[in-house]
């Protein structure tokens, strides 16, 4: 009985939790704004700030963030292949029998070849970290987008309260509604 009584009460409280839109029956097209951030990176979230209905928390402050780490991370993908090129045209210099330079003169030629390798792996990786940003930023734009009509006022709430009396303790469920 006690089985039955609470599979009941799960079924009863989960369509509580659900919301619909309120604010607008128009939707907003996400897509709209995955395009614009997969355009020019940070455009989506200058978007959904625009159009949001609630100005108290617009997503500019996101943009200097997007091309900062856009920045830095194919600032330090250039710098990687710029030094392995170096390595690489040491490398082939010392096999045409010219003389180490001075920069390079602390490495034989097998320690040139794991330095190259290690700079194209970072290398690699911060062309990936560079994607990994760029698609971040699109995605998050997309989501924004999806909550920028969605209700979240104090109108709408479940509070779990503790109580107790003399006689007995308990959890309180409360449904707000208005």
């Not at 709209?32 to 979230?45: D, E, N």
Request: hydrophobic share 40%; glycine share 6%; proline share 3%.
């Amino acid at each position: 009985m006690k089985r039955v009584i609470t599979v009941c009460l799960c079924l009863i409280c989960n369509s509580f939790f659900s919301q619909t839109d309120t604010l607008s029956t128009k939707k907003h097209p996400y897509k709209k704004s995955m395009i614009y951030s997969a355009i020019l990176p940070g455009a989506g979230q200058v978007r959904n700030a625009i159009l949001s209905e609630r100005r108290y928390k617009p997503a500019y402050w996101k943009v200097p963030l997007i091309f900062g780490a856009i920045g830095a991370s194919s600032y330090f993908t250039y710098q990687n292949h710029s030094i392995q090129n170096e390595i690489k045209k040491e490398y082939n210099d010392r096999l045409n029998g010219n003389s180490p330079s001075s920069e390079w003169a602390d490495y034989d030629s097998f320690g040139l070849i794991a330095l190259q390798k290690q700079y194209l792996n970072n290398r690699d990786l911060f062309i990936l970290l560079t994607l990994a940003v760029y698609g971040v930023q699109i995605i998050d734009a997309g989501v924004e987008a999806h909550f920028l009509r969605f209700d979240m006022s104090e109108d709408l709430s479940i509070r779990l309260q503790p109580f107790t009396n003399l006689t007995s303790a308990g959890i309180r469920l409360n449904f707000l509604f208005r």
